[in-house]
């Protein structure tokens, strides 16, 4: 009897708790229509103004620049080592860093066979010397005879050509003796220039042929600084342009004018050489080391600079936002440049405040808020 009971109490309760819930539903509900209906709805998140943060666009001038990978070459180099013949290498005088005079002695070779061969050569030519003395003389005297009718005619030409063939062996070995002392001479290395030894490429005991180099010599009294160019900047690296050197061995920054310029373009790169001369008479700067060339390009003009962040760059044109009146208001301008963090575009209006931060949330037209820097 008693379950029976709490079963009808039970069943009453649902009803009167969905009737209370619906009861303070419609309240809310109206409480909410009244607010709005007298006006002080709060208005949507997307048309509350957005916070950004600009800067004013500032006038300056602008001109193009041209940068160039360079490097420092000595005015003249010199890979000596032997051009006629091939030997062991006896001695090696100096080592890199040494100053060297011209005439100087670098290097010796072995010989002693071209030596024996020179010898052997002189002495031929001695004896072919004495010979064709001996037949001319007798060829004189047997001329004497026919003009006298002693000789036949036959025997005068005999003589003559004798005489005449000796001669002709006596040059051979004359040049042939000249030869085997360019080869005796050919083993000793001497300095080509007043220099300095770049570097030692063998030691004694070696085996050297003639192209094989046993020491550089470098002159770098003055500096080549030598750097290639797009076949478009052609007139921008014309002889005596001013141009602004970085040498990165030493950190020295130096100021000269192209020298001079090659006439044509490479057929495979398509880039044209150009030389500057830098006088290097304390020998302080390193050859072999990497220069940045830069100069200027172009005539001076107008632009107004902005931050980096406050453009997006395509191509030769740049998409920002400025800000009139509280509203931001997309633009596009012509790119001039990028240098130090900074866009160079062709002249906005004075006074142009341009968005920095907060760009990417940006629609054309959106309220802004403008926040301090």
């Known amino acids: 009897m008693t379950t029976l009971a709490a079963q009808p109490r039970k069943t009453l309760s649902v009803p009167l708790v969905l009737l209370v819930s619906a009861g303070f ?30 800067v004013p666009v500032v006038d300056a001038s602008w001109r193009a620049q041209r940068r160039f990978v ?78 006298r009718g002693f000789v036949s005619t036959n025997e ?10 000796k001669e002709a062996q006596l040059l051979a070995a004359r040049a042939q003796l000249s030869g085997t002392t360019l080869q005796v001479s050919d083993c000793v290395l001497r300095a080509p220039f007043d220099g300095e030894v770049a570097e030692r490429l063998a030691d004694p005991g070696a085996y050297v042929r003639p192209g094989n180099a046993v020491v550089t010599v470098i002159d770098r009294r003055t500096i080549r600084v030598v750097a290639d160019a797009p ?20 950190g020295a920054e130096l100021r000269a004018q192209v020298s001079r310029r090659a006439p ?12 500057i001369d830098l006088p290097n008479t304390d020998r302080s700067l390193p050859v072999g080391t990497t220069a940045d060339v830069r100069l200027a390009a172009g005539s001076e003009q107008r632009a107004s600079v902005v931050p980096l962040p406050a453009g997006s760059v395509r191509g030769e044109r740049v998409s920002l936002f400025v800000v009139d009146a509280g509203v931001a208001h997309k633009r596009t301008a012509k790119l001039l440049g990028e240098r130090s963090g900074r866009l160079y575009l062709e002249p906005l209006p004075t006074g142009t405040r341009v968005v920095t931060e907060g760009r990417t949330t940006l629609l054309d037209g959106d309220r802004v808020r403008t926040e301090a820097p």
């Open 264 to 275: 044509a373009a490479d057929p495979g790169s398509r880039t044209v050489r150009f030389e």
């Open 25 to 54: 539903i419609l309240a809310v509900g109206g409480a909410l229509w009244f607010k709005t209906a007298r006006g002080h709805a709060a208005p949507p998140l997307s048309e509350q103004p957005k916070g950004v943060t600009t």
């Open 231 to 250: 076949e478009t900047d052609f007139d921008a690296i014309a002889p005596k342009t001013p141009v602004t050197i970085a040498a990165f061995a030493t």
């Open 156 to 165: 005068a030409e005999v003589k003559r050509a004798e005489s005449q063939s």
């Open 70 to 147: 360079g490097t420092l070459e000595p005015w003249v180099e010199a890979r000596v080592g032997p051009q006629l013949i091939s030997a062991y290498v006896d001695t090696v005088l100096v080592r890199p860093g040494a100053s060297v005079k011209k005439g100087q002695v670098l290097a010796t070779l072995d010989c002693r066979g071209a030596s024996a061969v020179s010898k052997a050569v002189g002495m031929q030519a001695r004896a072919l010397e004495a010979s064709q003395m001996a037949s001319a003389n007798e060829a004189r005297r047997v001329e004497g005879l026919l003009a």
